[in-house]
C-alpha cells in the first residue's frame, strides 16, 4: 500500500488501530468514501492471522451467516451490521480479484490457493490509505480530536477506529490494548476467555487416552445453547477437532460434557444384529465397523470386553456398551489457553457501541470493530464475516 501526503493537511479523516482483517477492511471502504485514511499496526506484516486461518486458505466468509451463530451479551447486536453487508459482498469482491474459491461443507468458503490473496486483495481495495507497519502504539488522547502517540511521530484524525483484536495467539502480537482504549474513554468490558479453543484433560485421564492421539471421528454434542456434529480428534493433552472448538465456546469449567461417538446410528440394535447374523467375531471387531479400530478397542476395554466374544453378551451388555458410545461423559480440566485460541469470546461491551455504526455511544468518532467487540461467531469463516461487516459499518458511518 503506498504512502499518501496530505499537503497542507495536519490531520488525518480516520486513524485506524490494526492492520487485520477488520481494520484493513475498514480503510478500503473508508478510501472508497473519499476519507484520509492512515492504518497502524506494531506487526511487521499485515493479516498475519488471514496468513495462517483455514490451514493457509482463508475460510473467508460463510453462506450460512445469521446473527444467531454469534455469542454476545447481546445476541442481537450484530444483525444490522450483518445485515449492511452479507456473505455474497465479499464473495463479489474476492470474484472481482479473480480469486478461486470453492465451498467445503456447510457454507464455508475458502480459497483455491494462498490465503495471503485476501490480504492482497484488502490491501489493493485500500491503496489509497497510508499504512505504518512495525509501528508501536502509545498513549491515545481526545480533544477536539483524537491524537496517537506512535514510534514513528504524534498522529492526529477526526476519528479513531480500533480494530486491534483480542488476546488470542498472542506469539502473533496480540494484546489487550482494545480493552485498554475503551475502558480509559469509560466503555465497559466484558469477561474475556479464550474461544474456539482445543480442552485438556487431567492427568489420570491422559495415561488413559493416550493411545488414541491422532484418532479422529465424526461426533455429536449438545451443551448449553450449542449442538453440533462434526469432526472430533484425540490429542495428546486431550480432544481437539471442529466439533470442540465449536463447542469451546459454551463450556465453562467443571461443566460435563455428553458426546455421541456414533451420531445416527443405533449401536445396540447393529450389535444385536452382527450377533445374530455371526457373533463368533470379538465386541471390538464388531465396534470397529462402525467407529475407528483403535477406539473401538478402547471402549471395548473400558466396559471390560477386551477379549470378550460378541456371541457371549446379554442385551444389557450391549445397551451397556451402546450407551457408553452415544452418552460419553467428558470432564476437561480446561482448554488450551489464548496460546492457540482461534478467537477471544468477550470483549467491548456492546451496550456501549452503536449496532448500526460501531461508535462509542458516548465518544462521538470512536469506533470498535472486529474480535475486540463482544460478538464472536462459530467456527467455519463467521468471525471473518463480523470482520468485513463491523468494518463496513464503521466506514460507513455518517460524517
Not at 493457509?56 to 453487508?85: E, I, K, M, V, Y
Not at 493433552?237 to 445416527?264: F, K, T
Request: charged share 20%; with cysteine; proline share 5%.
Amino acid at each position: 500500500m503506498p504512502a499518501r501526503v496530505w499537503a497542507g493537511m495536519g490531520i488525518y479523516d480516520v486513524v485506524i488501530l490494526g492492520a487485520g482483517a477488520a481494520g484493513l477492511f475498514c480503510a478500503g471502504t473508508a478510501v472508497q468514501h473519499g476519507l484520509r485514511v492512515l492504518v497502524l499496526d506494531h506487526a511487521r506484516a499485515p493479516g498475519e492471522k488471514i496468513r495462517i486461518s483455514g490451514g493457509g486458505r482463508c475460510n473467508f466468509t460463510n453462506l450460512a451467516t445469521t446473527h444467531d451463530r454469534f455469542l454476545s451479551g447481546n445476541p442481537r447486536f450484530c444483525a444490522s451490521a450483518l445485515a449492511g453487508f452479507r456473505p455474497a459482498d465479499f464473495v463479489a469482491l474476492v470474484d472481482q480479484a479473480g480469486i478461486g474459491w470453492h465451498e467445503k461443507t456447510q457454507g464455508q468458503l475458502f480459497c483455491d490457493g494462498k490465503a495471503t490473496q485476501i490480504t492482497d486483495m484488502l490491501l489493493d481495495r485500500a491503496a489509497g490509505a497510508d499504512l505504518w507497519l512495525d509501528t508501536a502504539i502509545g498513549p491515545v488522547s481526545h480533544g477536539a480530536h483524537f491524537t496517537i502517540d506512535t514510534t514513528r511521530s504524534p498522529v492526529t484524525a477526526r476519528r479513531l477506529v480500533v480494530a486491534t483484536g483480542g488476546k488470542s495467539i498472542p506469539k502473533m502480537g496480540a494484546t489487550g490494548l482494545a480493552y485498554d482504549l475503551a475502558r480509559q474513554f469509560g466503555l465497559r468490558v466484558t469477561e474475556t476467555r479464550p474461544g474456539l479453543v482445543p480442552m485438556t484433560f487431567a492427568a489420570q485421564d491422559l495415561d488413559a487416552r493416550r493411545p488414541l492421539a491422532g484418532v479422529a471421528t465424526e461426533a455429536a454434542i449438545r451443551h448449553g445453547r450449542g449442538a453440533f456434529t462434526d469432526a472430533l480428534l484425540f490429542t495428546h493433552r486431550g480432544l481437539s477437532g471442529p466439533l470442540i472448538l465449536q463447542i469451546s465456546n459454551y463450556w465453562q469449567p467443571g461443566e460435563v460434557l455428553s458426546v455421541d461417538l456414533a451420531p445416527g446410528c443405533d449401536i445396540a440394535a447393529l450389535l444385536r444384529g452382527q450377533r445374530q447374523a455371526g457373533g463368533r467375531i470379538a465386541v471390538a471387531t464388531a465396534l470397529a465397523r462402525h467407529l475407528p479400530e483403535r477406539l473401538a478397542q478402547a471402549i471395548a476395554a473400558d466396559c471390560g470386553m477386551a477379549a470378550a466374544r460378541l456371541a457371549d453378551q446379554p442385551n444389557t451388555a450391549l445397551d451397556r456398551l451402546a450407551a457408553r458410545i452415544h452418552r460419553w461423559q467428558v470432564v476437561p480440566v480446561g482448554t488450551e489457553g489464548y496460546r492457540t485460541a482461534e478467537v477471544t469470546l468477550g470483549g467491548i461491551d456492546t451496550r456501549d457501541l452503536d449496532a448500526k455504526t460501531m461508535q462509542a455511544r458516548a465518544v462521538p468518532g470512536l469506533f470498535f470493530i472486529g474480535e475486540c467487540v463482544d460478538v464472536t461467531g462459530w467456527l467455519g469463516g463467521y468471525n471473518f464475516q463480523w470482520a468485513w461487516a463491523s468494518g463496513h459499518a464503521a466506514a460507513r458511518a455518517p460524517y
